[in-house]
């Protein structure tokens, strides 16, 4: 009596284990959260300080197209306006995303729907070899094929937000697909079986039934697509020509954040104002990923209703 | 299960062991400008083979970079390519200084382009924005594009001291590196930038200004303008490896091989010298 | 024949040829690199030293490091990704929590390298003291990575049927137990692709490592074995310049004068690299999903 009552009380070996694991990956999550929060606060303290020590006006620098640290204005402070490089950023971030993911999308429903096989053999491989390639590659491609290519057939100088958006087409590709291949690979079998069954034919299927049941994966595969896009700095900086001037058409020389954070990073000071001005650029990156965030989580819930 | 935490164990103690490093090697960083990145390389690996469990840990990251790290006293060598008064943010009664040698600056054109010479005047005007075609200085009927520095670093800062006289260059367009320009130039017809002397290549044409040309003679005897120091900056109480490494940077065992080869100009060979406003004055000897 | 079945045909056949113009551009660009660098890339230059301003420089300690680092950034970051992405998927009960987890991992995902590189610089190197290192930049790159591998280890779990937890949970085990011996074992090809995705970026990563592993490959004794000498392979402490921070450096502001030879053969050279890498990981992962999973 005693025995089963003592093995009924006493935590089995197996529900020990259930603990510890559900601990450590509880500890592993609050690792990531510390993570996060950290980065988050980290570049939030050094983005603020150019409104609070600085006292630059956050609408001013929404808007206005000047970007000179070491000028002031009438009431002494310095001329900030991040106005080109947000234009330019969303620019190339989206035509980028609208060229990549259709053809992304196609090469997954190849991938998941049509052939598999072939799928399997040579797209798959090829995407992930297209990761590993660094963006300095890209670059340098984009600097001797894209430019020349887009000079000669739309004239201007090559450099621009169109040079910047193919590059960006080619980078994200990879993304955006294999994380689309993801998506619809998660679609339950019994979804297209089922549809086929009621008399659809293949298309059907895809577009009514798989596209729809996969919307909330393809719609993360495109955020993180647009993430990288807007994130990625040394390719863009090659080819979008860095003058920090509103784009006049899509290849006239622009900016976009990264590019500027990037090429201006080393050349500054630490905690003098053009530094700070650079932090509150990528204090901008932040929250502009933020936004992107909970739109797509927006309209993804909408479309799933 | 077991295997795991063996793994995690003998990880976690290789980076213990490793933290506590040999006490008999002894290591200094040098961070900074990218432009005396290999400069300070080479003469790091001449030195430790010379000296032996000696390390000299070469870093670039920007001017900027260097001068808030060694004002920090996050490293022990600040590389930079300005006089660290020139930089805003810096106080330089806490650094000290070398001159470790001189880099011309010259203007760069694309290969097809049939200018070879341009006066300083012309030179300003283009980069102001002023003269926008190439024809207006004799050249063909073919739009200047005009290819900056980043602002703030270093080799722009020497150009515009040099070149435009208070004069504000015009926006275009920028890179932050000597070889993304000269790429750019290479592949860009009519565009004009400039580049350090040690990154000239065959990919880009070297213009002359008043018919003189970049080279070291006319830049010892102050005919070429357009030239300035690179600097090293330590704090006041470096340590005996940083001290010792800046003097064999400026013996002459460094500046007439390693400092020459690289198309610098050794310190000695200088028969003029420019303070920080830009005054330049012959040295007596 | 039939509407449906027209408007099926000419959907296969678009997505035939989206499809194939996306094999056509990236079969293209391989060639393109592999085209312009292979003809560099022979024995002296895959083991020689980089020089700094002279011809003739290999890329052998760049390619050691680059290894080096892959592994020890992978080594930290898949326990923690497993762990989080099993909670993620198996324990949070409570979607706002998880949303929460979520919503930070996309944000992590999307800062720029740049920014996580100066993060690093200022925390890892300069912060904890542990100076321009492969260690640091292992660190960084762990911020990189774990979006990623999060993402794709937990797409992966999700997508195992509920049948197979349920029946892992009828036999008596635990819940932790059904996934790290029934879940995991089946997702395995899954969570591997997302392995491999995550390579590739390490290897292709430029801008966080400058500030944080550093720019300068300083010479190493592959004899020396010993991971407390700084001139030892194994030293986590010593900086180390990756094959992609090099191609970066001879292009920007490299003094040598085949910086073209140089950086096409060393892009091909990553190239081969990640193919291998990929090529391996698959071979391994299949191995053991075979050995875990019990079929021959």
């Known amino acids: ?305 | 299960m077991k295997k795991t935490w063996l793994l995690v164990i003998s990880f976690v103690s290789l980076i213990i062991l490793t933290g506590c490093g040999n006490s008999k090697e002894e290591t200094i960083t040098a961070v900074g400008s990218s432009a005396v990145q290999p400069l300070t390389e080479a003469a790091g690996e001449k030195y430790s083979e010379l000296n032996k469990d000696s390390y000299i840990n070469v870093q670039g990251g920007g001017t900027g970079t260097g001068l808030s790290q060694i004002q920090s006293g996050a490293v022990d060598i600040g590389n930079s390519d300005l006089f660290a008064e020139q930089k805003k943010g810096i106080d330089a009664d806490k650094l000290v200084g070398y001159q470790i040698c001189v880099v011309g600056i010259v203007p760069i054109v694309n290969k097809e382009l049939n200018v070879d010479n341009l006066s300083l005047s012309q030179l300003r005007k283009i980069f102001s924005g002023e003269i926008t075609n190439w024809k207006e200085v004799g050249g063909p009927d073919l739009a200047i594009t005009v290819v900056n520095r980043a602002n703030g670093s270093g080799t722009r800062s020497v150009f515009e001291n040099s070149v435009m006289n208070n004069i504000e260059t015009k926006s275009s367009q920028e890179q932050d590196s000597s070889g993304m320009v000269r790429q750019i130039i290479s592949n860009t017809p009519g565009s004009i930038s400039y580049v350090a002397l040690p990154y000239l290549n065959s990919d880009a044409k070297a213009l002359t200004i008043d018919h003189k040309a970049a080279t070291p003679k006319n830049i010892i005897n102050n005919d070429w303008k357009i030239w300035a120091y690179e600097h090293m900056y330590t704090q006041k109480n470096a340590n005996k490896l940083t001290k010792d490494f800046v003097k064999y940077i400026l013996s002459d065992e460094v500046q007439n091989d390693i400092v020459k080869k690289m198309k610098y100009i050794p310190m000695k060979d200088m028969k003029y010298q420019k303070d920080i406003n830009g005054h330049v004055t012959p040295i007596k000897r | 024949m039939s509407k449906p079945k027209i408007i099926d045909k000419i959907a296969t056949v678009i997505i035939y040829a989206m499809a194939g113009f996306i094999v056509l551009i990236l079969a293209g660009l391989l060639f393109y690199i592999l085209g312009q660098g292979l003809q560099y890339v022979n024995w002296h230059f895959l083991t020689s030293r980089a020089e700094s301003f002279s011809a003739g420089g290999g890329i052998g300690i760049q390619l050691f490091n680059s290894i080096f680092l892959l592994v020890l950034s992978m080594i930290i970051s898949i326990p923690i990704a497993t762990g989080t992405a099993i909670y993620l998927s198996e324990y949070s009960s409570n979607g706002r929590v998880a949303n929460f987890i979520r919503t930070a991992i996309e944000i992590l995902s999307s800062l720029p390298s740049i920014v996580v590189g100066l993060f690093g610089f200022l925390i890892f190197v300069i912060n904890f003291d542990i100076g321009f290192s492969i260690l640091s930049g292992a660190l960084t790159l762990t911020v990189f990575n774990l979006p990623l591998l999060i993402r794709s280890i937990e797409d992966s779990l999700n997508s195992i049927s509920s049948s197979q937890r349920e029946a892992g949970l009828a036999l008596g085990l635990s819940k932790f137990e059904t996934v790290t011996h029934v879940i995991i074992p089946e997702a395995l090809p899954a969570i591997i692709t997302g392995l491999i995705l995550s390579a590739g970026r390490v290897f292709g990563e430029a801008a966080a490592l400058i500030y944080t592993a550093g720019q300068s490959a300083p010479p190493v004794d592959f004899t020396n074995f010993n991971p407390m000498s700084i001139t030892s392979p194994l030293n986590l402490m010593r900086p180390a310049e990756t094959l992609a921070v090099h191609i970066w450096k001879v292009n920007s502001e490299g003094l040598i004068p085949d910086v073209v030879a140089v950086s096409a053969g060393a892009s091909a050279v990553l190239i081969l690299a990640v193919l291998i890498f990929n090529l391996l990981a698959r071979f391994i992962g299949n191995r053991i999903y075979s050995k875990m999973t019990g079929d021959k």
């Open chain 1, 1 to 305: 009596m005693d025995n089963i009552k003592a093995k009924l009380t006493v935590k089995s070996k197996s529900s020990k284990r259930e603990m510890n694991g559900k601990i450590i990956s509880m500890f592993c999550t609050t690792i990531i959260v510390v993570l996060v929060i950290s980065l988050i606060g980290f570049i939030a303290s050094k983005g603020i300080a150019i409104f609070v020590v600085d006292k630059v006006n956050i609408f001013d620098f929404l808007t206005h197209s000047v970007w000179s640290a070491d000028k002031t204005d009438s009431q002494g402070r310095p001329l900030l306006g991040a106005l080109p490089m947000i234009v330019g950023s969303f620019g190339v971030t989206f035509l980028a995303t609208i060229i990549a993911t259709p053809f992304a999308v196609a090469a997954a429903i190849f991938m998941t729907e049509i052939s598999p096989k072939l799928g399997n053999k040579v797209l798959q491989p090829v995407i992930e070899l297209l990761v590993g390639i660094p963006s300095v590659v890209y670059g340098f491609i984009g600097v001797s094929v894209v430019v020349p290519l887009v000079r000669k057939m739309f004239g201007g100088s090559g450099f621009g937000i169109l040079a910047g958006t193919f590059v960006l087409f080619v980078m994200i590709l990879p993304t955006i697909t294999s994380m689309s291949i993801d998506a619809l690979k998660a679609v339950p079998r019994h979804y297209r079986e089922a549809a086929l069954a009621v008399g659809a034919t293949r298309w059907q299927t895809i577009s009514r039934v798989v596209l729809k049941a996969g919307a909330p994966g393809l719609f993360t595969a495109v955020v993180f697509g647009m993430a990288r896009a807007f994130g990625e700095a040394l390719a863009v900086q090659m080819v979008i020509g860095n003058a920090m001037l509103l784009p006049q058409n899509l290849i006239s020389p622009a900016s976009t954040l990264t590019s500027v954070l990037t090429m201006n990073m080393g050349n500054t000071v630490m905690g003098t104002t053009s530094n700070n001005a650079l932090w509150s650029l990528a204090l901008l990156l932040l929250l502009m990923s933020l936004l992107f965030n909970s739109l797509v989580k927006f309209i993804a819930k909408k479309g799933t209703l």
